[in-house]
């Protein structure tokens, strides 16, 4: 076998699991940040990619972020959304703070508006701009690691898109964690009221993951 098909044959064996090994809860090591140990059975992928050159997706049941089991493998074979949470640690951090103050200078700058936050349920207030829609915490004091505040981007779609495609929104939290890696999770807007309680489990799920070096 040619030494390219061999190397791209062992880098597909490491990035998906196989197919008897995707409910096991053995851990698999991954080297973002300070490093983690995370269950298989809660591991999509495990590969780069053009934009992340280090990255692990993950998936898991709400509520309690529950791994892939024989038992609830039939709630992945269809989109389900109150059930279903995505989630990524990256390598490269995306701040979703950061580019809510983007799309406000750019409307500032490009069409001269200013873009002000609106009062909105669950405690959250909502930046919003034809299909662009941010939803920030009232509570100033609820942050992410880094101290930024936690911006969640629940974009709409168009009327045409909707009428066509099997469209659910989806809301999408992107900040640093304190080891220095990226957090995305991405969890569908029907269960927006629980904001909170997704983002302190999500946070707490990957915290403890994370490698307790040995000394």
Known sequence: MP????????????AVPRAGDRFSPDLVEVE??????????????????????????????????EPLTEANAHLWERRLAERQIHIAILERPRDGHRQLLGLIR????????????????????????????????????????????????????????KRNFAFEQICIVEYQLRDGAGLY????IVNLAQWREIDQAVRGLVDGFRRVERR
């Open 3 to 14: 030494l390219l098909l061999i190397a791209l044959a062992a880098s597909l064996w490491h």
């Open 185 to 188: 999770y991405r969890f569908f």
């Open 106 to 161: 750019n409307l500032r700058l490009l069409l001269d508006l200013e873009l002000k936050p609106e009062p909105n349920d669950f405690g959250l207030m909502r930046y919003s701009y034809r299909l662009q829609r941010r939803f920030v915490p009232i509570e100033t004091s609820y942050r992410a690691p880094d101290g930024s505040p936690v911006v969640l981007k629940c974009n709409d779609a168009t009327e045409s898109v």
């Open 32 to 65: 973002i940040g300070g490093g983690y140990l995370i269950p298989r059975n809660y591991i999509v992928n495990n590969a780069p990619s053009a934009e992340d050159p280090e990255l692990v997706t993950m998936r898991a049941l709400w509520p309690g972020l």
